[in-house]
């Protein structure tokens, strides 16, 4: 049977203050009143029934999840009792799995990322299926097609196309988030799409890799699900590995035998990492504001305006430019945009002086 993992982990502090503690990202109701949560769901619709998705999430959001995925059973919330990278995730969902069904395909996807059209992204999905089942061996990526010289995202190197598949083929190598003119070169040659960090394996398979290249992840997993009582116990001795790291790049340099294959996605793809990328999901005004919430703005111009307070408080600005501005109702950020991506470093800064009650 076909079954698919949400990866819903994760704190997205580059996202503070909207995004906290005890509300990540994945959680926030700020597209068009849903969550991305909640959209990797919906992109699912007809391609597995709710009682073969499951979300591996921390355990302080497992009540979140439940409720804004009523649709799901309480036993298909994997609530990890603390992070331990995406190779945690993806082993224990893979180990759960197995457990359930020993002939089951599992795909992993992602919860923090805006994908359109989803008919596209179901059609790969569903050849990324196909593929696994019928190649017992084969680890399948996902790689987007990419628009541009992309300097924040990961790459693939394809290789030789896989007979019987139009748009799938082999995986050469894995390349780091390259510098600017590294990207352009990636991006002229066209053998190169961007890493979408979703996957698709038989998990047996992919059990049996980790046998042979992480065995003692393997060997805790099969544990924690044979014996759930044991979770807090075993969970928290996993390796702290990338998925990436740890199977996908040792495997296709050929460490275990397996066949490393992607299958492409022409879609519009973006990564919700922190503002910047928020801003392209949100609606613009007439002087190219990204705006979300209730605001009056007066000669403000290209800036990211974020109000989560409620309709008792509006958020006021005058003679800015290119400025962040989030407003929620225990924390403000306020920051030039060209220093987005430094929240998260002022979230420890936050922690330190102010308390963790507002990191």
């Known amino acids: 049977m076909r079954y698919v993992v949400i990866m819903a982990g994760g704190s997205g ?4 203050p909207l995004s906290r503690q005890g509300r990540p990202k994945q959680l926030l109701e700020i597209f068009q009143g849903r969550s991305l949560l909640r959209l990797a769901f919906e992109r699912l619709d007809g391609l597995v029934d709710a009682e073969h998705i499951l979300v591996c999430t921390g355990r302080a959001y497992a009540a979140d999840v439940a409720m804004q995925l009523p649709e799901l059973a309480p036993g298909n919330i994997l609530g990890e009792p603390e992070g331990r990278d995406s190779l945690g995730a993806v082993a224990w969902s893979a180990a759960e ?4 069904d020993p002939e089951g ?3 992993m996807v992602t919860a923090d990322q805006i994908i359109e059209p989803v008919e596209e992204f179901q059609r790969s999905l569903t050849t990324a299926f196909e593929v696994a089942e019928s190649r017992p061996q084969s680890l399948v990526t996902l ?3 990419p628009t541009s010289a992309h300097t924040g995202y990961g790459y693939l190197h394809r290789a030789a196309a896989i007979d019987g598949f139009p748009g799938v083929c082999e995986v050469a190598e894995f390349r780091e988030k390259p510098a600017r003119d590294v990207a352009e070169e990636y991006l002229a040659s066209g053998e190169y799409w961007w890493n979408a960090g979703m996957f698709v394996w038989r998990a047996a398979t992919l059990l049996d890799q980790l046998d042979r290249l992480e065995p003692e992840v393997a060997a805790t997993v099969r544990a924690i699900a044979a014996e759930p009582e044991r979770l807090d116990e075993l969970f928290p001795t996993l390796k702290r590995i990338s998925v990436d790291y740890a199977l996908m790049e040792p495997a296709s340099r050929g460490a275990t035998g397996a066949q490393v294959v992607s299958v ?12 910047l990328s928020l801003a392209e999901t949100l609606a613009h005004d007439e002087h190219g504001n990204a705006v979300e919430g209730r605001s009056v703005t007066m000669d403000t111009s290209g800036c990211v305006l974020v109000n989560t307070t409620g309709r008792d408080h509006v958020l006021a600005t005058i003679g800015l430019t290119d400025t962040l501005v989030v407003a929620t109702p225990t924390a403000t950020l306020a920051a030039r945009l060209e220093d987005a991506e430094r929240v998260k470093q002022l979230v420890d800064e936050v922690r330190t002086r102010a308390g963790a009650e507002f990191a």
Request: aromatic share 12%.
């Open 143 to 145: 790689g987007v097609v």
């Open 13 to 16: 502090t580059r996202l503070w």
């Open 105 to 107: 395909v599992v795909a």
């Open 97 to 100: 799995i197995a457990r359930r």
């Open 264 to 275: 492409g996605l022409a879609i519009a793809w973006r990564d919700v990492g922190g503002y």
